[in-house]
């Protein structure tokens, strides 16, 4: 049976820039799917108390987060510049990706990453939607179908289900034995535990 891996990301994530870009890569190296799942870290963060992303509630730890992306981009070859504000409004982003499935979804949420943390742009207006959907090959027209009710409803219970499997932040990837693993940095060790299901 193939191990699998679910991803669980939110484009207002920085972390999970460097994690999208790669994972497929590195997972296929060690034959695990992936599967990748849209979520809202709004609601996750206000949970904890959070009204705003920590990296802004703690300047220290944002300024931090700023020079270590910039080492961590520059030994995987990816651009990086932060986007302002940060962090960006992923509502309809995270609305479209949901609109899709399988090889769509990632190629969608690929183009929006490159186009926020690769190039510093804004994604939160249609026009950034659309350009990031003809980049991966696919009709603008989706912009306006994710604004239907159903859409939303599924983005609002992934949300919840992501909540319900424990994840706090993203990137998130959790096993098919519901082991949690959190931050691009646990991307390998969390694929490794796909497979063998221990360390």
Known sequence: ???????????????????????DRVAAAKGV????????????????????SPFNLYPVKGQYMVRDLERTCGALDLPF???????????????IA?????APRQK??????????????S????LAAAEALRRAGLDAA?????????VKNALRAATEEAQAAGVFGA???????????????????????AVAGHL
């Open 108 to 121: 969608f949420a690929q183009a929006v990453y490159q186009i926020e943390f690769g190039e510093g742009r």
């Open 123 to 126: 994604i939160d207006d249609p």
């Open 81 to 95: 510049q932060l986007p302002r504000p940060f962090p960006q409004n992923s509502l309809m982003c995270a609305r």
């Open 171 to 193: 990137p998130a990837f959790v096993t098919a034995d519901s082991e949690l693993f959190w931050g691009n940095d646990r991307l390998e060790q969390a694929l490794d535990w």
């Open 1 to 23: 049976m193939t191990p699998t891996i679910t991803f669980w990301f939110d484009f207002a994530s920085s972390y999970s820039y460097p994690a999208a870009m790669r994972i």
């Open 142 to 150: 989706l912009v306006e179908k994710a604004q239907q009710d159903s």
């Open 98 to 102: 949901t609109a899709l499935e399988g």
């Open 33 to 52: 799917l992936v599967e990748w799942r849209p979520m809202l870290l709004g609601p996750i963060f206000a949970q904890q108390g959070w009204k705003d």
